[in-house]
């Protein structure tokens, strides 16, 4: 089955240490997204990616960085910048620029503690 | 600022009752809707979306969106809820503006009493 896998789906993280979240899609999409949902808040885009070696910051990018070496894969990090890290993070793509729909991950969430 | 609003948070419903939960947009270019939803422990998916065409569109399980254009607005609706409808919705809009961008609302947690 096609589809999106994010890896772990719960991480514990000391506070001042880097952490990476794996998102890996098998679905041949151009697009992958990172987003975070906070209770109230929605979804936040974070970065957001249209091709292979081409990313660029969302609305709350600060604190977080990404590559995109292969399209199957966009790992999301979070640094010891980022002031607010506990979360739930989710990864979605998509086919093409015009947004056919987005087709999510189950998330992982992150506990900095 | 793009911005999407859902102005309902949370909503108890009684099973048959009808829903409508409300979504409004700001922004005066090409755009395309999204209605997502998000069962508990699932991922979220996808109920239905508007390109072009009908402003009325249909989707999975019996859910409906209508896009108002002068409005702004792409209000989902429901004749009959069932327990089972019991999650949390999202409205999306995605503007075309040379890089794409989806924007997301706050959401709306739907609550349906058996």
């Known amino acids: 089955d096609g589809g999106i896998t994010q890896s772990p789906k719960y991480l514990f993280r000391k506070e001042g240490q880097n952490v990476t979240l794996s998102c890996e899609q098998n679905?041949?999409?151009?697009?992958m997204y990172w987003y975070r949902q906070d209770p109230g808040q929605g979804l936040r885009l974070i970065y957001y990616?249209?091709?292979?070696?081409?990313?660029q910051k969302g609305d709350i990018a600060e604190g977080y960085s990404v590559s995109r070496e292969k399209k199957e894969s966009f790992p999301l990090t979070v640094t010891s910048a980022q002031k607010n890290p506990t979360a739930f993070y989710l990864c979605?793509?998509?086919?093409?620029?015009?947004?056919?729909?987005?087709?999510f991950g189950s998330g992982t969430r992150l506990t900095v503690v | 600022a793009q911005s999407v609003s859902q102005h309902n948070h949370h909503v108890i419903l009684s099973e048959a009752a009808s829903l409508e939960l409300g979504c409004n947009y700001s922004?005066?270019?090409?755009?395309?809707l999204f209605w997502y939803v998000q069962y508990p422990g699932q991922h979220l998916q996808l109920l239905l979306k508007?390109?072009?065409?009908?402003?009325l569109v249909k989707g999975i399980k019996g859910f409906e969106a209508e896009f108002i254009k002068s409005k702004f607005s792409f209000n989902l609706r429901k004749p009959s809820v069932q327990w089972s409808d019991t999650a949390e919705y999202f409205c999306?809009?995605?503007?075309?503006?040379?890089?794409?961008?989806?924007?997301f609302g706050t959401g709306t947690r739907l609550k349906v009493l058996a």
């Open positions: 979605a793509s998509s086919i093409g620029a015009l947004g056919a729909g987005y087709t």
């Open positions: 679905l041949n999409h151009d697009a």
């Open positions: 990616s249209q091709i292979v070696n081409d990313f």
């Open positions: 922004y005066g270019g090409t755009v395309n």
């Open positions: 508007y390109f072009s065409g009908d402003p």
């Open positions: 999306a809009v995605a503007t075309v503006t040379g890089t794409y961008k989806y924007i």
